[in-house]
């Protein structure tokens, strides 16, 4: 049972380590796992799971940019690197909005929210969000290319739609900020990368909360099943950051669209009749 356990971990850690960073939801798809593979682990456990495993997936973003946001430079003393450090700031700004949202009402929004009816919709109504502001970027050029050029404005307004996904499971939380970027005219690399530090004190924030309200009495297969999927997760990221770095490269959003498009449509063909039958 406990072997069992373990390989549920890892798959659960593969599912967040492709799913963190792709535009698609991480903890929509989670939730929708647990439909499927059920971890045999208490509710508390479990919700806390959900929000720390993504610690793995962050660290992949702080070991692949570190040259990129590290703001200390030590050469001959201590030196501070100034557009990294203006950087943090406005990471800072844009995460405000969701903060203090957590922080406020985590509980009451995770009991409104946390169901696949709100998963599935927002993974329709941001898919198709996707193809529209995709198709319209056609004949746009961006105006932002690197994330020196985001303004502190521009950092509050992704911050705000770092918001929407914090409090709609099924948004992406990835989805929702680089959708907010390219309306303000920022390029996907740009986007995705601004994204990806984001996540930085997002995750961080979050996994801190979350293991201070569970607290730190762990059974020993408790821990064994975190720091599986936590490390399953970081592993899995490295691959996936790299490759979709790649792609956006070279290629729109709109395939992450009508994937989340058809996701939706088969979450709520699923599960609708089973609470009709209920």
Not at 170 to 183: C, D, M, P, V, Y
């Amino acid at each position: 049972m406990d072997f069992l356990e373990i390989l549920k971990a890892i798959l659960y850690g593969i599912v967040e380590g492709v799913t963190e960073w792709l535009p698609v939801s991480s903890t929509g798809h989670m939730i929708l796992l647990d439909k499927f593979v059920k971890l045999n682990v208490s509710p508390e456990f479990w919700e806390m799971f959900l929000v720390v495993i993504q610690l793995g997936a962050i660290l992949a973003v702080v070991v692949l940019f570190w040259n990129k946001i590290f703001p200390f430079r030590f050469e001959k003393g201590v030196h501070i690197d100034k557009p990294k450090f203006i950087m943090w700031f406005k990471i800072l700004v844009a995460s405000i909005p969701a903060g203090v949202v957590g922080i406020l009402w985590d509980d009451e929004l995770n009991a409104l929210f946390y169901n696949y009816v709100t998963v599935a919709i927002m993974l329709i109504l941001v898919g198709v969000l996707f193809i529209l502001i995709e198709n319209y970027n056609k004949k746009q050029k961006p105006r932002v290319n690197s994330i020196s050029g985001i303004t502190y404005r521009a950092a509050l307004v992704i911050g705000v739609f770092q918001l929407i996904a914090a409090v709609f499971p099924g948004t992406s939380r990835s989805g929702a900020t680089i959708i907010g970027a390219l309306l303000l005219g920022i390029s996907r690399v740009t986007a995705a990368e601004f994204t990806f530090f984001l996540a930085i004190p997002a995750m961080f924030g979050g996994s801190a909360i979350k293991l201070l309200k569970f607290g730190f009495d762990f059974t020993g297969m408790e821990i064994a099943i975190l720091l599986v999927g936590m490390v399953v997760a970081f592993v899995v990221s490295v691959l996936v950051i790299r490759f979709l770095m790649g792609y956006i490269k070279k290629h729109d959003f709109k395939v992450f669209g009508w994937y989340r498009i058809v996701l939706g449509i088969v979450v709520l063909l699923y599960f609708l009749p089973q609470s009709l039958a209920a």
